[in-house]
């Protein structure tokens, strides 16, 4: 059984998604946007809890599913069913991929681990996410991305430092676990297929909901280890280098980064102020992390005296990196954005035709696509069970009075 031909560089590439929420699932879409053949496995009886999240349409079509789910075809099954498991398998035998989130032992107890897996395929790469990772004394604790943002040191640095710490708006550690299971499974079939004339072998690999966070913060695990220095919050600013803030304009907010020398003296003289060029307080990277408050303020004093769009028109017309602060109908109306075809529109039977994210990032010569949005809940069982697998009307009306389906 191969993967059904689909547009983009990861055509012919067959995954069996096992895993719910979000972590797995925004890995496999993105591999789904780019033309993998994504099958995503659902329990009979309760579907995806992403299915139930707002923003739901008036027919009760959850918008977070639909842009969850798309290009994938969903179909349903009782993992821990014995009929189940052999019909798993049967599924695996073929795939490229196998990708799962329950909590570490689930899959081994329900026959479904790494050893059975590559009994029947070899070849098959499986990506194995959870909270903790398969391993070590945490790791048959549940996990959600919650508590990963704070125990990966993420909450403790992000927010103002006269105030608590501040979870991200966005499941930030799963999206992060995602890129980074991603990642890791092209690495896995680069090796498989290609690396010093392919192993030919699959792998295991074991992605943790916390390491991926805590692994964006390069240079603070040194810095704790020869210095002791623990990041603290900081709010908009950076603590490396400055000014980079959130400025309050005439009309709204506006963005600022200035990391290197000659963009900070474009600022200064963008503002009129070219005399902070010399000020002994700015006077390279370090002084101004140093004497933040009071660069800040400088800026802040011209850019409240401008609307944000005369403030960034100044800015820009003397090459300095400013932007404007965006809300989604910003983002809809933003020519940029137009250009490059960043929203495109996809008709979907349940909700009719909706706007959605265009594949991201852009290939030149295999671009992905956008084939359907998230599916009905077992929408794909014929299809998958029976002109796949072969299986009968018959034996998939049994499997559906059993519940195995």
Request: proline share 6%; hydrophobic share 35%; charged share 30%.
């Amino acid at each position: 059984m191969t993967a059904r031909e689909r547009q983009g560089p990861l055509d012919g590439l067959r995954v069996i998604d096992m895993s719910g929420m979000i972590s797995g699932a925004f890995a496999t879409t993105m591999m789904g946007d780019f033309g993998a053949d994504v099958v995503m496995i659902e329990h009979p009886k309760v579907g995806d809890p992403i299915r139930e999240w707002p923003q739901k349409t008036d027919d009760g079509s959850s918008l977070s599913w639909k842009s969850l789910g798309r290009n994938k075809r969903c179909v349903t099954l009782d993992l821990g069913d014995e009929r189940g498991r052999a019909i798993a398998l049967d599924l695996i035998e073929d795939a490229d991929v196998v990708f799962e989130n329950f909590r570490p032992g689930t899959m081994e107890r329900w026959g479904l681990g790494p050893d059975d897996i590559h009994e029947v395929n070899e070849r098959a790469i499986m990506v194995r996410l959870s909270g903790y990772g398969q391993t070590g004394p945490k790791s048959q604790k549940p996990g959600f991305g919650t508590i990963a943002e704070g125990i990966s040191g993420w909450a403790h640095a992000n927010g103002f430092p006269d105030r608590e710490p501040l979870l991200p708006p966005v499941s930030l550690a799963d999206l992060t676990a995602a890129q980074f299971a991603l990642q890791a499974t092209m690495m896995a079939v680069y090796e498989r297929d290609l690396g010093r004339g392919g192993s030919g072998k699959g792998q295991v690999i074991d992605v943790s909901l916390t390491e991926p966070l805590w692994r964006l913060f390069f240079g603070e695990v040194e810095a704790y280890d020869r210095q002791g220095h623990v990041r603290e919050r900081t709010g908009n600013r950076h603590p490396n280098t400055a000014p980079r803030n959130i400025y309050e304009t005439a009309d709204g907010y506006m963005t600022l980064s200035a990391s290197n020398q000659k963009i900070f003296e474009r600022v200064a003289n963008s503002i009129d102020r070219p005399d902070l060029i010399d000020d002994p307080r700015f006077a390279d990277n370090a002084t101004r992390v140093k004497n933040v408050d009071a660069l800040d303020a400088e800026i802040e004093a011209w850019t409240r005296e401008h609307t944000t769009d005369e403030a960034i028109e100044i800015l820009e017309a003397n090459d300095a990196i400013v932007g404007p602060v965006y809300d989604m109908a910003d983002i809809f109306d933003d020519e940029q954005f137009q250009a490059r075809d960043a929203i495109i529109e996809v008709t979907d039977p349940d909700v009719g035709d909706i706007k959605t994210f265009a594949p991201t990032p852009k290939f030149s010569r295999t671009p992905g696509e956008v084939e359907f949005m998230g599916p009905q809940h077992g929408e794909h069982n014929s299809e998958v069970y029976g002109d796949e697998l072969g299986l009968s009307a018959d034996e998939l009306a049994d499997l559906r009075a059993d519940g195995v389906i």
